[in-house]
């Protein structure tokens, strides 16, 4: 059984038996009620007591209470309705003041004095609710009286901790209150409280002429207490200790002297806190509505019955939309809602405008002002005074644009300095600029020139390349055409205009052999088979296959044994070359071995790789016309039908079956298996005049009589990936490198220029282009430099055919 | 402030000229020359028998005054110089030109008998043996291309043999009889592919070796006489004698593991070889094994190297300004121990001294052959001059004779007059 259940039962129990005061149980309302009968029982026939009291108060301290003796004047009914009031209000306390007591009891017990048990045995043998009753009345008067008895035992607020609990049960607390209990009202109520004087409402000053202070309820008189005089109010002053919180209650001209919960509450209200000091300000708080979701329904009502049959309105809009769906009208207008997600804003971020704080916090400074410079002073250097010719350049120039908006003068001393009649003028206009010019912050970029240029690997970190000019060839008498290097770079041939093909040793710059033509060499080129030595050699109309005689001896023979036994030319295409073989012994020794014949003059032969297929140019400058050869079968073929524009180079892919053909603006790549043009390649440039693949065969360059050079990624677009133009004029030949990542540019002003050209087999990298190396030493002739250039096989060499009749190794 | 003199002290290793050996206080701003006066003064030697001294400090020939060699070597002038003095070497003295019909690609001299031939190789695809003196001996035109290379093999009192490499792949192994002027037989060595462009004969003399753009070094027996190598041509009829002794010969060894064109070749060892080519890389091969034990990688494609029995050291001509000092044995560092740049065009041959183990000559494209010194880097001992167009070749395999062959047709021979010099038979260098 829980504690509250007990005490229930207890007051029960008591209830049914009201003349029970020693229990010990808890205050109950019903118990107080009980108890206040009990008390009015026992109080009527013994008002001895009171008397008995108020004398001993009048006794000890004159003025205790005024009211006791008027109250004996007063009546019985005032009096029992006194007793009711005091006892209803004391009710609780007297329970409480019986544990005090008890616990005084303990007290005394470990005092052990035996004068001090006397009065509470005296207490207990007049009895004992009497004389808590009593004292309740008289509330602090007894605690006097009690406390004089005591004497010096205890100090009378140490002795009532309980009092001052209690004390707000007392008189004044229990009005306000309204007790829980029913039954209280029954007995108490708030009309009969203190209406000893019943003037009502009406200023307290105007029975101050009066003896008495009003009236009680049967109409007598409630006469004033007799007034003290200094002496008494002094003797009280010094001796009594409760003198500092006696007040008069001015209603019945009693002193009233406030007990402990007195001046707590008034502590309290002082304090502006809640005049219940049980009051919890800030009580523990159950949420009823919690997130625990309960099994139980809050309410026991059942379900409205409209809530499981399906609603008739529903229906009916359903229906509606039915009949939209089928119609096909509610397609067209209905639209799924944008389903909103939760809303995010950012909680941390500053509300204010942003071009607000940008202006607050940027703020710019007014521009500061020029410092005087020696030209302002009085007495500046000579060299800062103007001479008669700048004196006169500054009177011309506008203001605007004077670099100085004086004239600096020299004065012997600062005493001679005249006023500056500008200076209002300045000063205003400085103030101008200050509250007027609006003031911008620029952003500028110190950039140096040099970093807008991007970061090339430096030439020397990109060895080898051919840096100097090691052997000169000298041997020609005209401008040599073309070069082209043997395959492993032994020796290389050269075609010269003075209609002779010359066969050099490149260490050594010897010429090993000299083939004469009739006509001037326009192009040779070494065949790529390295199982044959044969140049092809454009000469006038022709093209001749040369043995060049230099070499392995065992592939000079067999080439001459392959070239005799090739099969007679047969149905070559028509307008294609005709065919012959040298017979006449002079050429033959010299190398003649076949030549092909064709309508015009041969500008250019490219070799496929293999060094069957021979591609070749020719024509005048308006018309040109392409064939291929094929060696093997000396069969002609003629691919393009008709070819609209001049064709300037072609060149075979050195691994796949295409033709690149450059005319004067785009270089066309076909497809000779398809048969089709695979791709154009944009140049930009109006006369396109030499092209180069590159030995993977992904990038080409071309080389064009405006001195510009194009880098063509074909994997990339069909747009320049790199357009150079560091030649001065034309640039005659390109080429590449077989094995390093080199190639060079050869120009009529003379130079060749070596660029590192390196092409990564990771398709994500794009080709590094640095020119690395200008090649000088070719002598302009005839306005025409350097005509050709080829690169050696195996070592970072090129070799340069110049129009000064020489050709240059470069290592 | 810095001083204007420094102390020194004066030794040298020839007795001859040996010196008290007192520290003496000498001027910065003296030159070479004057400091040899001031020895020749101090020995006393006046007029006829005052030498002219050469001056070392720290093993580098000085060639400025003091002052500005101690800053180059960054020798601090405060502390004792030791300088050394040598008796200077003399200057070369152009001896003779010999004028060839075409270029002369190659040269090599020997004492064969009592005399000292030069032996040379031309482009004409002659080979030629004179005299010093200038003496055409004979020419023998049994070559179908430009003769390369040409190295004397071996001599006795009667016969001597020579080889020669041609651009008509083939070398050709003479066996002359000095005595009587004529050729004994001559060897054909086919096996090549390209032309041979270097021949070397080993230390005893038994066998020799070519390479060229075929990228294969091939090693041949120099027997004269017929062996089991040569292939007879039986279907020809005999014609003459000097017909019948002509052989062909295949190559004892093939090495190839050179990927370009080998341009130079020297035995070091009776067993060891040392190649370079033009792949930039130069092998030291073991013949016995056949294979390399040392590759070493350079910079420059190879021209030429030579190789040094008295210090061990090899020389290479590279296709660039400078002369290479390797020392192939160096296992720390790096391999190339100086440059000696003073060219301005390809070095195409180097030959060190048969004597001195300091100096080596250089022939270069710009037509200068060049003295060296190894304590001098910077600067030749000498240059010669004379070409009119690119040196091919030098030799020194005589100790007084400098030759270089150009393609100005020249052969030219400088005198070295080393007065420590001692002749020696050929075939001991």
Not at chain 1, 70 to 88: I, P, R, T, V, W
Not at chain 1, 257 to 283: F, Q, T
Request: with cysteine; net charge negative; charged share 30%.
């Amino acid at each position: 059984m829980t504690g509250a259940k007990k005490s229930a039962k207890k007051a029960l129990q008591r209830s049914k038996t009201p003349g029970e005061l020693g229990g010990k149980s808890k205050n109950t309302s019903e118990k107080k009620a009980i108890q206040g009968k009990s008390k009015i029982q026992k109080a009527a026939p013994k008002p001895l007591f009171e008397e008995d009291d108020s004398d001993a108060s009048s006794v000890l301290e004159d003025s205790e209470d005024p009211t006791s003796s008027e109250d004996d004047g007063a009546g019985d009914e005032a009096d029992s309705s006194e007793l009711e009031f005091e006892s209803d209000a004391d009710s609780g306390k007297e329970e409480l003041d019986q544990g005090d007591i008890i616990e005084d009891k303990e007290k005394n017990e470990e005092n052990g004095g035996p004068e001090a048990e006397k009065p509470e045995e005296e207490l207990e043998d007049d009895g004992v609710s009497m004389t808590f009753w009593r004292a309740d009345e008289e509330d602090f008067n007894l605690k006097s009286k009690v406390d004089l008895k005591k004497n010096k035992k205890k100090e009378p607020l140490e002795m009532s901790p309980q009092d001052r609990d209690v004390k707000p049960n007392g008189k004044r607390s229990a009005s306000p209150r309204p007790s829980a209990s029913k039954d209280e009202y029954e007995f108490d109520s708030s009309d009969e409280e203190d209406l000893r004087n019943t003037i009502g409402n009406v200023p307290i000053e105007w029975y101050d002429n009066y003896p008495h202070l009003g009236y009680d309820v049967n109409g007598r008189r409630v006469y004033k207490p007799v007034r003290e005089d200094q002496l008494d109010y002094f003797l009280k002053k010094m001796d009594d200790p409760t003198f500092w919180r006696t007040v008069k209650d001015r209603m019945t001209g009693q002193n009233v002297v406030l007990s402990e919960a007195d001046m707590d509450l008034i502590n309290r209200l002082e304090k502006g806190k809640n005049p219940d000091p049980n009051m919890e300000s800030y009580p523990k708080f159950e949420d009823l509505y919690s997130h625990e979701v309960m099994i139980h329904p809050l309410t026991a009502r059942p379900e409205a019955k409209r809530s499981f049959i399906p609603s008739l309105h529903e229906k009916a809009l359903v229906g509606r939309m039915v009949h939209l769906i089928k119609s096909g009208v509610y397609a067209k207008c209905w639209k799924p809602k944008k389903e909103e997600g939760p809303r995010y804003y950012n909680l941390w971020t500053e509300d204010e405008d942003p071009s607000l704080i940008r202006r607050l916090r940027s703020f710019i400074p007014a521009p500061k002002m020029k410092l005087p410079g020696h030209e302002e002073s009085y007495n500046p250097p000579e060299e800062y005074l103007f001479t008669p010719e700048e004196e006169a350049e500054w009177h011309n120039q506008d203001p605007e644009e004077r670099k100085l908006n004086f004239i600096p003068r020299k004065y012997s001393s600062l005493r001679q300095v005249p006023g500056y009649s500008g200076f209002v003028q300045e000063r205003f206009e400085r103030c101008l600029d200050l509250y007027l010019c609006p003031r911008q912050r620029k952003m500028r970029m110190n950039v140096n020139p040099d970093d807008l240029i991007p970061e090339l690997p430096k030439p020397k970190d990109l060895h080898p390349f051919p840096a100097f000019c090691s052997v000169v060839y000298k041997g020609h008498t005209d401008h040599v055409r073309s070069v082209s290097m043997e395959n492993l770079g032994q020796f290389f041939a050269s075609g010269s205009d003075d209609c002779s093909v010359r066969i050099w040793e490149t260490l050594t710059g010897r010429c090993f052999n000299t083939i004469q033509f009739e006509a001037p060499v326009k192009w040779v080129q070494w065949c790529p088979n390295p199982a044959i030595a044969l140049l092809a050699v454009a000469s006038g109309p022709y093209v001749h296959f040369v043995n060049p005689g230099v070499g392995d001896k065992v592939v000079l023979t067999n080439t001459d044994v392959i070239l005799e036994s090739l099969p007679e030319s047969e149905g070559s295409a028509k307008g294609s070359g005709e065919w012959s073989v040298v017979t006449d012994e002079d050429l033959r020794k010299q190398g003649h071995r076949l030549r092909v014949h064709h309508k015009f003059d041969v500008a250019q032969v490219s070799w496929h790789a293999k060094g069957d297929y021979l591609a070749v140019l020719y024509g005048s400058a308006s018309t040109t016309s392409l064939i291929i050869h094929q060696l093997s079968l000396r069969r002609s073929q003629n691919p393009f039908s008709k070819f609209n524009s001049v064709i300037s180079r072609v060149i075979f892919h050195p691994t796949r079956p295409h033709l690149f053909v450059a005319t004067q603006t785009v270089v066309r790549v076909y497809n000779l298996v398809k048969q089709e043009l695979q791709k154009k390649l944009l140049t930009n440039c109006k006369y396109v005049s030499s092209i180069a693949v590159h030995p993977k065969g992904d990038n080409v360059i071309a080389g064009s009589f405006e001195a510009r050079l194009s880098w063509f990624d074909m994997d990339l677009s069909t747009k320049p990936y790199k357009a150079m133009k560091y030649h001065d004029s034309a640039i005659r030949a390109v080429t590449f490198h077989r094995k390093y990542p080199l190639f060079a540019s050869a120009s009529d002003d003379g130079t060749v220029i070596v660029a590192h050209g390196m092409v990564y087999s990771d398709l994500l990298q794009n080709p590094l282009i640095v020119p690395v190396k200008v090649l000088r030493g070719h002598r302009r002739t005839n306005d025409l430099g350097v005509l050709d250039c080829t690169f050696h096989p195996t070592q970072p060499w090129i070799v340069s055919a110049g129009a000064d009749a020489t050709l240059r190794l470069y290592t | 402030m810095e001083s204007d003199s420094l102390q020194a002290r004066f030794f040298t290793k020839e007795e001859e000229f040996s010196l008290p050996e007192d520290p003496v206080s000498l001027e910065l701003d003296v030159t070479p020359e004057q400091l040899s006066l001031l020895i020749n003064e101090l020995l006393g030697r006046q007029g006829d028998t005052s030498v002219d001294f050469g001056f070392l400090i720290r093993d580098n020939i000085v060639h400025s005054t003091l002052r500005e060699h101690l800053q180059e070597h960054e020798i601090s002038a405060e502390t004792l110089v030791e300088i050394e003095y040598i008796e200077k070497c003399p200057s070369p003295e152009p001896v003779d030109s010999l004028l060839h019909e075409d270029w002369v690609s190659g040269i090599h001299c020997a004492t064969v008998g009592s005399r000292q031939l030069i032996l040379s190789g031309s482009y004409d695809s002659s080979v030629t043996v004179w005299s010093v003196s200038g003496k055409k001996l004979i020419s023998l035109s049994g070559h179908a291309g430009p003769v390369k290379a040409v190295r004397w093999v071996h001599s006795d009192e009667r016969y001597a043999s020579f080889v020669s490499t041609s651009h008509d792949e083939t070398a050709k192994l003479w066996l002359w009889d000095h005595q009587k002027n004529q050729i004994e037989s001559v060897i054909t060595c086919k096996g090549h592919q390209r032309s041979v462009d270097c021949v070397d004969v080993d230390l005893s003399n038994n066998r020799f070796a070519t390479a060229g753009f075929d990228n294969v070094v091939k090693i041949w027996s120099t027997s004269t006489e017929a062996t089991e190598l040569d292939l007879k041509k039986d279907s020809e009829p005999k014609k003459s004698k000097l017909e019948q002794r002509l052989l062909t010969r295949t190559p004892l060894v093939s090495l190839a593991n050179h990927t370009e064109a080998v341009t130079g070749l020297r035995f070091t060892t009776p067993s060891e070889m040392i190649t370079c080519a033009m792949d930039c890389t130069m092998k030291v091969w073991d013949i016995a094994v056949g294979g390399f034990t040392n590759n070493l990688l350079g910079s420059k494609p190879f021209l030429d190297l030579s190789y040094s029995a008295l210090n061990n050291l090899v020389l290479s001509a590279n296709a660039d300004r400078h002369v290479r000092l390797w020392d192939t044995r160096s296992k720390e560092g790096s391999v190339v121990k100086s440059n000696f740049t003073s060219h301005t065009g390809w070095v195409s041959s180097v030959c060190w001294s048969p004597s001195i183990e300091n100096q080596f000559i250089s022939a270069s494209y710009d037509n200068i052959l060049k003295l060296w010194d190894l304590r001098s880097a910077k600067a030749p001992l000498y240059d010669m001059e004379g070409h009119e167009d690119k040196i091919l070749c030098c030799d020194w395999s005589l100790e007084e004779l400098m030759v270089s062959g150009a393609a100005d047709n020249k052969l030219k021979i400088f005198r070295h007059a080393n007065p420590t010099s001692k002749s020696k038979p050929l075939g001991s260098s």
